[in-house]
């Protein structure tokens, strides 16, 4: 598997880094679940989470993976731009160079934020959330729950529904599961569809009843109810009629297939309550697969400081 | 002896532009010749010219043009100076072979009152380095609701004939209604930033599947073409001058193809940016290709210069737009709007069209000099190369390859797209009223 | 490269390892092998058969990866990682620790730290198919297949079946 340098994108990716990951994540698996104890491997790395945008969920899940990997964590937070707090954007970037941190972990609200950082920094840059952009440790943990269920992902197809075009979740999440070799289908009101979907690879619907018996995973995106106001859709009500999956649509899935969401739901917009606590959904899972896949980021990031370093067992 | 001339007091040795190959595209002379210059004014164009006492200058091998015209430049002051000045800007207009800027109307305060434009052109007068004929804006605070004092302002100092609320429309289509009318009082032009707003609320670069991918917010092209088709349609029927700046796209050309041959007053300007990049070099989100309108698509790009060399487009103008590196350097969607334009746009003309085989030497000329100079007066700049005429003159070196620097452009900022570029072709020498401001490529401050 | 051990050689080795280990631990009683990947583990569910061959007893055996607890990961740059799984509780019980060369003693230190995060054996004790000397720390085996006096710039290699397709000894 090349190194990685960054984690920036999904499309920096190949398919066996994205294996690889998948597969480090697996071994980390009991350690972040704690049905094993933290390792000692990071010890003396220090990460930051830079939150450049609120995420407390996210933000969590970095700092619990870093920690069991017994790396320092220390946490840069701000909301909106860094210039509004009266220093630029590239001082930010520089100040944590100067205090010798070994990783950065961005989230912000701004496309490229993450990759502009990268371009300050010589130490290795998560992405955890830029703008609309990628989203990329999210769709790994995605790609990492499917695959725990269904088994090797090439072939299967994948309904991902609601708010595409706001959401950086569905742009990573296409292209992981197309280094797979999976289908995948968005479906969504044509307002939230991104400009020339088709570029992404994937299928489109508008029609969320015809897909899902042909569907081994229905990944729901989260509605922002204030959608409603800039005329993307008339209501919540509408909304939940049309491409919120019921338990009346749960039915019309095939036996094996699972329900997954990014989190936080709006129980009863994209999803009604009855099918995000069924036995379908695999929400909860995501989240501790979300500790193993930052885990294993984490690991491949930050073990081995020297750039393109043969892997010898 | 011009009232300009005399104003200046020039009394400098006499000045031969040996053997260069003078473009003029108002007479459409293409061959090469000598220039006589004394006393600020061109004394004679033919071959084989002697004087006794003239300095001779040996343009073999280079370009010999009348003084370029940029309608379209953001010199920041009053209110900006960290990004730029009329000093800085005089000297970057200088170096690129401009003897004539138009500096818009958005500084701070904004230019919609006479004491403004002639505290503007005044500057521009005492530094001397470029001629400025300052834009008006249409709307007192450029706010979109009432006019500013187009009369004022026509009869000021500045003589102000041309207004703009450049980088903001004017939306309210009553407004612009009555800008055109109004204008027509004072002979003078209107020239509307074409953007719908509502369309580019949260707009950060064109919509299409470079955005779709880069999770920018998307700016459709039709924000700008329906505010073009609104605007069209108002000057159609009242018969009014529209100047269309910084048209992008393809659907716009189609527009204003179809208005000229309706018989619509209208001109239109593109810029070098436009029609040289494209959205996909967004993909590293630096924020020195954020400009508004934004980098469009090949399609976009190919149409622009097919209009260019066609006419429908009737001149190069640069929306030169320095920013100072701090407001640059931020996270592309807090980043200002804007490129440098003024030192690169012969390079980039001459590199992407005449050297491509798409614009012939003369009328890339007729496209930076006589073309702006027919949108508005600008005193006789890019006109003729003939005796009696002042001698605003550009010499260009077409054939020599440069690497564009931001940091050694005479901007205050380096804020320019083409940093790192190979460009061929560029300015020399730089003669306002016979005096240079450029020579051999040094400005003469 | 030269061969040091052949098939034979080497199940011999391994035959005489087992009855050494009943031997220590007086029967196979509260004996839990665990193989360090990658091909510590083979050789761990190798010994457990013998034992079981001739005490007739089924002696636990299960796997583990020190990868997350070397001291050179810095250097050496990620590694792939191997599975951990050992199948019963190691509390209270012997741990038999397996791996197939024994050298610098760092690999050992880590399984160590490693196998002591999965409880509390009553003792550790370290087989070694081969030792090759040249201990960075203060660790030793308390059986070994075989001693092979080597120079720190060999590289030994152990080839097994279930790896590697044969089963030998080379110096590289």
């Given at each position: ?35 094993r ?23 969590i ?67 955890a ?10 769709a ?14 090439a ?24 280094l ?16 020339a ?29 204030e ?7 008339p ?13 009346d649509?749960?039915?019309?899935l ?60 | ?8 007091g020039d ?73 730029e ?11 690129g ?27 521009g ?10 834009v ?57 930033h ?13 919509e ?16 700008e ?47 070098p ?11 590293g ?8 309108p934004?980098?469009r698509t ?16 009737d ?39 005449v050297?491509?085989?798409?614009l ?84 003469q401050? | ?33 665990v ?9 761990a ?19 583990i ?14 590694l ?16 038999v ?24 054996p ?51």
């Amino acid at each position: 598997m090349k190194p990685l340098s960054n984690l920036i994108s999904i499309e920096d990716l190949d398919a066996e880094q994205v294996v690889g990951i998948l597969d480090t994540a697996e071994q980390l698996l009991p350690i972040a679940d704690r049905r094993r104890n933290s390792v000692p491997t990071l010890r003396g790395k220090v990460v930051c989470n830079l939150f450049l945008e609120d995420s407390t969920r996210t933000r969590i899940s970095f700092d619990l993976a870093a920690k069991r990997m017994s790396a320092e964590v220390i946490n840069f937070s701000g909301k909106g731009s860094s210039v509004s707090k009266g220093e630029s954007f590239k001082d930010t970037a520089l100040t944590l160079d100067a205090m010798g941190v070994d990783c950065v972990v961005v989230r912000s609200g701004s496309s490229g934020a993450p990759l502009q950082v990268s371009r300050y920094l010589e130490v290795p840059i998560l992405n955890a959330g830029d703008g609309w952009h990628q989203h990329p440790t999210q769709a790994l943990l995605d790609v990492f729950t499917m695959r725990r269920h269904l088994g090797d992902l090439a072939g299967r197809h994948v309904v991902v529904c609601g708010d595409v075009l706001h959401s950086r979740v569905a742009r990573s999440e296409v292209q992981a599961l197309r280094l797979l070799g999976a289908r995948v289908t968005l479906v969504a009101p044509p307002t939230l569809l991104p400009p020339a979907p088709e570029s992404w690879g994937a299928e489109v619907s508008g029609d969320l009843d015809a897909v899902l018996p042909d569907a081994d995973v229905v990944y729901l995106l989260r509605v922002q109810r204030e959608r409603m106001h800039r005329a993307f859709f008339p209501s919540s009500r509408e909304y939940a009629r049309f491409w919120g999956l019921d338990v009346d649509r749960l039915a019309r899935l095939p036996d094996h297939a699972i329900v997954m969401h990014p989190g936080p739901m709006n129980r009863g917009v994209e999803i009604t309550a009855d099918v995000a606590d069924s036995d379908r959904s695999v929400i909860i899972e995501q989240v501790t697969n979300g500790i193993a896949i930052r885990m294993a980021c984490l690991y491949l990031l930050l073990s081995g400081d020297t750039e393109g370093a043969e892997v010898t067992p | 002896m011009t009232d300009a001339a005399f104003r200046s007091g020039d009394h400098r040795p006499a000045l031969l532009l040996r053997g260069g190959r003078v473009l003029d595209p108002a007479s459409g002379t293409d061959e090469v010749l000598d220039v006589l210059v004394a006393d600020g004014i061109v004394v004679e164009v033919g071959a084989g010219l002697t004087s006794n006492d003239a300095e001779i200058l040996d343009c073999d091998g280079l370009w010999v043009t009348p003084g370029f015209v940029d309608l379209h430049t953001h010199l920041r002051e009053p209110g900006f100076e960290d990004a730029e000045d009329i000093a800085s800007g005089s000297a970057a207009g200088a170096a690129g072979g401009y003897t004539a800027l138009c500096p818009m109307a958005n500084t701070d305060p904004v230019c919609d009152a006479a004491a403004v434009a002639e505290s503007v052109w005044r500057r521009g007068t005492e530094i001397g380095l470029v001629d400025l004929f300052p834009v008006g804006a249409i709307t007192k605070g450029l706010r979109g609701e009432e006019l500013a004092e187009f009369g004022e302002l026509r009869h000021s100092a500045a003589k102000v004939d041309f207004f703009s609320d450049d980088g903001k429309p004017v939306a309210d289509s009553l407004v612009m209604r009555r800008a055109l009318q109004y204008a027509g009082a004072f002979d003078a032009v209107i020239c509307n930033h074409s953007e719908d707003p509502d369309l580019t609320a949260e707009a950060q670069m064109n919509e299409g599947q470079v955005s779709s991918v880069l999770g920018l917010p998307g700016w459709p092209h039709e924000a700008e073409e329906i505010m073009i088709a609104r605007d069209l349609i108002l000057a159609e029927g009242l018969g009014a001058r529209l100047h269309v700046p910084h048209v992008t796209t393809a659907g716009a050309v189609e527009l204003i193809r179809a208005a000229k041959a309706r018989g619509v007053h209208v001109t239109a300007e593109v810029t070098p940016h436009h029609l040289s990049l494209r959205d996909h070099l967004i993909d590293g989100y630096d924020p020195v290709l954020k400009v508004n309108p934004p980098l469009r698509t090949d399609t976009d790009v190919q149409a622009l210069r097919t209009a260019l060399a066609d006419g429908t487009i009737d001149c190069v103008a640069t929306d030169h737009a320095p920013h100072a590196p701090e407001h640059k350097d931020q996270e592309w969607e807090h980043a200002p709007c804007g490129m440098l334009g003024l030192e690169t746009a012969f390079a980039v003309v001459n590199t992407d069209l005449v050297l491509a085989g798409l614009l012939d030497p003369l009328t890339a000329i007729a496209r930076l000099t006589s073309g702006p100079a027919g949108v508005r007066d600008v005193a006789g700049h890019g006109g003729a190369i003939a005796a009696g005429r002042e001698a605003h003159l550009t010499v260009l070196d077409p054939e020599v390859r440069w690497t564009v620097d931001g940091r050694g452009l005479h901007s205050k900022a380096r804020n320019t797209p083409f940093h790192g570029a190979d460009l061929v072709g560029r300015p020399v020498h730089t003669l306002l009223r016979g005096r240079f401001t450029l020579r051999d490529g040094k400005v003469q401050a | 490269m030269t061969q040091l051990l052949n098939a034979d050689e080497v199940s011999r080795a391994l035959k005489r390892l087992a009855h050494e280990l009943l031997e220590a631990n007086h029967g196979a009683d509260d004996l839990v092998l665990v193989g360090i990947q990658t091909r510590g583990v083979p050789l761990a569910r190798r010994l457990a058969a013998l034992i079981e061959e001739i005490e007739g007893t089924e002696v636990p055996a299960g796997a583990i990866d020190v990868t997350l607890y070397r001291d050179d990961l810095t250097r050496r740059g990620p590694l792939p990682l191997g599975e951990t799984r050992v199948p019963v509780s190691v509390d209270g019980r012997t741990v038999v620790l397996v791996d197939d060369v024994l050298y610098t003693g760092r690999t050992i230190r880590a399984a160590m730290e490693a196998v002591l995060e999965l409880g509390r054996p009553a003792r550790i004790r370290l087989v070694a198919l081969v030792d090759r000397g040249h201990r960075e720390l203060p660790i030793r085996a308390d059986h070994v297949g075989k001693n092979l006096p080597t120079s720190v710039d060999d590289r030994i290699r152990v080839h097994l079946e279930e790896v590697d397709g044969r089963d030998e000894v080379v110096a590289e």
